[in-house]
C-alpha cells in the first residue's frame, strides 16, 4: 500500500464518521452509533472503500488509549475510592456469570464434552471471551450525556477496568490448563507488581506534576507532559506486566485526576481524540466486521452468542448491584454500561486462535457481538438516562456548538 493511500482513506473515515455522527445525534442516538455505522459502511463489508490496514488499526489504538486517558483525568478519586469494593464485586460477577452461561451456550449448540477434552477446553474459552468488557464505547456515550461522574458512571468505569485484569487472569488459567508451557501464576504476580508500580510510581509523578502545575498554570507543557506519561504506562502495563495498555492509560489518567489542570489536559486530549483519533477508533469496529463464510449454524450460534453474551452482563452486573441496594434503574445502567465488547475481547479470541483453543470461523461471532453491544449499548443508556439531570461539568450557556462537540466526541 503506497503511502499517500492513507491519506484518502482517513479523509473518507472522518467524513463519513462526522456525518454518520450527526446523522444519529438527529435521530436521538448518541454519535457514536453513527462512527460505528460509518465504518460499518465503508468496510469491506458493504461499499469497500476503506481496508482494514494495519495503520488505521494504530491509530484506533491510540484513539482508545485517549479515550481512557481522558477517563481517567475526569474520574472522581474520592467516589472510586468510595466504592472500590462495589466496583469489585460487580467486576466478578461480571466475569463469572458470562464464562458459565458461555460454557453453556457452547454444550447446548455441540455438545457437552467431558473435563480435559478439546471440546470441553473450547466451551471454556468460548466464555472467556464473553467476560471481556470494552467500555470505551460506554465511556464516550456518559460523557456525551454528561454523566460520567456521576455514581453510577464511576462504577461502571472502575468495574471494568477490574474486569480487564479479571479477564486477563482468566485467559491466562485457561490456556495454563490447556498447555503446560503457560504459568498462570506468572500472571497474578506480574498483576500485582503492576498495582505496586502504580501506586509507587504513580505517586512520585504526582508530586512531580503538582509542582508544574503550581508554577505553570494552565501552561502548554502540562498537558504535553501528561500525554507522555499517558503512553508510558500504557507501554510499561502492556510490555512489562502483561497487563492491557488502556488499563495504564486510565491509571496516567487517574495519577492527574486530582490536579488543578486535569480539566485543562482533558480538554486538550479532546481536541486531538475529536478531530482523528475518536473517529478513527470507532469507525474501526465496523472496518473489522466481516460477513464472508457464513453458514446457517454458524449464524444461528453467532446471533445466539451475542445475545447470551450482552445478556450476561447484564444479568451478573445488574443482579450483584442489586445486591448493593442499587435501584432497578440504576442497576440495570450498571448492566447495561458493561455489557459492550471491543478490543479486549478481539485480543482474548486472537490469543486463542493462536494457541488453537477456538477454530477461526468464531472471530466472526465476536465480531457481531462487537457490533451489536456496541450500537445496543449507547442507545438503552440514552434511554434509561432520559429527563435525568446532568452532574458532569458542562460548558457555559451561549458555547460555540464546535467546542460542544470536542467534549461530545
Known amino acids: 500500500m503506497e503511502a499517500y493511500e492513507i491519506f484518502k482513506d482517513l479523509a473518507i473515515i472522518i467524513i463519513s464518521a462526522k456525518l454518520l455522527g450527526l446523522a444519529a445525534k438527529k435521530l436521538k442516538a448518541p454519535q457514536v452509533v453513527g462512527q460505528i455505522a460509518a465504518g460499518l459502511l465503508i468496510g469491506p463489508s458493504l461499499l469497500g472503500l476503506?481496508?482494514?490496514?494495519?495503520?488505521?488499526?494504530?491509530?484506533?489504538?491510540?484513539?482508545?488509549?485517549?479515550?481512557?486517558?481522558s477517563a481517567g483525568l475526569e474520574t472522581n478519586l474520592k467516589e472510586l475510592v468510595k466504592t472500590g469494593p462495589v466496583a469489585l464485586t460487580?467486576?466478578?460477577?461480571?466475569?463469572?456469570?458470562?464464562?458459565?452461561?458461555?460454557?453453556?451456550?457452547?454444550?447446548?449448540?455441540?455438545?457437552?464434552?467431558?473435563?480435559?477434552?478439546?471440546?470441553?477446553?473450547?466451551?471454556?474459552?468460548?466464555?472467556?471471551?464473553?467476560?471481556?468488557?470494552?467500555?470505551s464505547i460506554t465511556v464516550q456515550t456518559l460523557r456525551e450525556l454528561g454523566h460520567l461522574k456521576g455514581k453510577v458512571g464511576t462504577i461502571i468505569v472502575s468495574s471494568a477496568i477490574i474486569d480487564d485484569v479479571l479477564g486477563i487472569i482468566l485467559l491466562t488459567f485457561v490456556i495454563g490448563f490447556k498447555?503446560?508451557?503457560?504459568?498462570?501464576?506468572d500472571v497474578v504476580i506480574k498483576t500485582l507488581l503492576f498495582i505496586v508500580f502504580s501506586f509507587a510510581v504513580g505517586f512520585a509523578i504526582y508530586l512531580l506534576f503538582?509542582?508544574?502545575?503550581?508554577?505553570?498554570?494552565?501552561?502548554?507543557?502540562?498537558?504535553?507532559?501528561?500525554?507522555?506519561?499517558?503512553?508510558?504506562?500504557?507501554?510499561?502495563?502492556?510490555?512489562l506486566f502483561g497487563i492491557a495498555d488502556i488499563t495504564g492509560a486510565y491509571v496516567a489518567g487517574i495519577i492527574l485526576c486530582n490536579l488543578r489542570d486535569a480539566e485543562y489536559i482533558a480538554g486538550k486530549m479532546d481536541i486531538s481524540s475529536y478531530m482523528l483519533f475518536g473517529p478513527v477508533?470507532?469507525?474501526?469496529?465496523?472496518?473489522?466486521?466481516?460477513?464472508?463464510?457464513?453458514?446457517?449454524?454458524?449464524?444461528?450460534?453467532?446471533?445466539?452468542?451475542?445475545?447470551?453474551?450482552?445478556?450476561?452482563?447484564?444479568?451478573?452486573c445488574g443482579l450483584m448491584a442489586k445486591v448493593w441496594r442499587f435501584s432497578n434503574k440504576d442497576a440495570l445502567k450498571c448492566g447495561v454500561g458493561m455489557m459492550t465488547r471491543g478490543e479486549v475481547a478481539l485480543i482474548v479470541a486472537?490469543?486463542?486462535l493462536s494457541v488453537g483453543m477456538v477454530?477461526?470461523?468464531?472471530?466472526?461471532?465476536?465480531?457481531?457481538?462487537?457490533?451489536?453491544?456496541?450500537?445496543?449499548?449507547?442507545?438503552?443508556?440514552?434511554?434509561?438516562?432520559?429527563?435525568?439531570?446532568?452532574?458532569?461539568?458542562?460548558?457555559?450557556e451561549g458555547a460555540d456548538i464546535d467546542e460542544t462537540e470536542i467534549v461530545d466526541i
Open 359 to 396: 477454530e477461526p470461523k468464531y472471530f466472526t461471532s465476536v465480531i457481531l457481538l462487537i457490533l451489536l453491544s456496541s450500537v445496543a449499548s449507547p442507545i438503552i443508556l440514552k434511554l434509561l438516562y432520559k429527563g435525568e439531570d446532568k452532574p458532569d461539568h458542562q460548558l457555559p
Open 90 to 135: 460487580i467486576a466478578c460477577a461480571g466475569v463469572i456469570v458470562p464464562l458459565v452461561m458461555g460454557w453453556a451456550l457452547y454444550g447446548c449448540f455441540f455438545g457437552f464434552a467431558p473435563w480435559g477434552s478439546d471440546e470441553f477446553f473450547r466451551g471454556v474459552f468460548i466464555g472467556t471471551i464473553m467476560t471481556a468488557t470494552s467500555v
Open 179 to 185: 498447555s503446560s508451557e503457560a504459568k498462570p501464576v
Open 50 to 69: 476503506v481496508d482494514n490496514s494495519e495503520f488505521i488499526g494504530v491509530l484506533a489504538e491510540i484513539g482508545v488509549v485517549l479515550l481512557m486517558f
Open 350 to 352: 486472537q490469543k486463542g
Open 281 to 316: 477508533f470507532f469507525a474501526s469496529i465496523g472496518l473489522k466486521t466481516n460477513f464472508d463464510g457464513f453458514t446457517v449454524q454458524l449464524l444461528w450460534f453467532s446471533l445466539a452468542f451475542a445475545l447470551v453474551a450482552m445478556a450476561a452482563k447484564v444479568i451478573g
Open 210 to 239: 503538582k509542582v508544574l502545575d503550581k508554577r505553570f498554570f494552565h501552561h502548554r507543557m502540562i498537558p504535553i507532559f501528561g500525554l507522555a506519561l499517558c503512553f508510558t504506562m500504557a507501554y510499561c502495563a502492556e510490555k
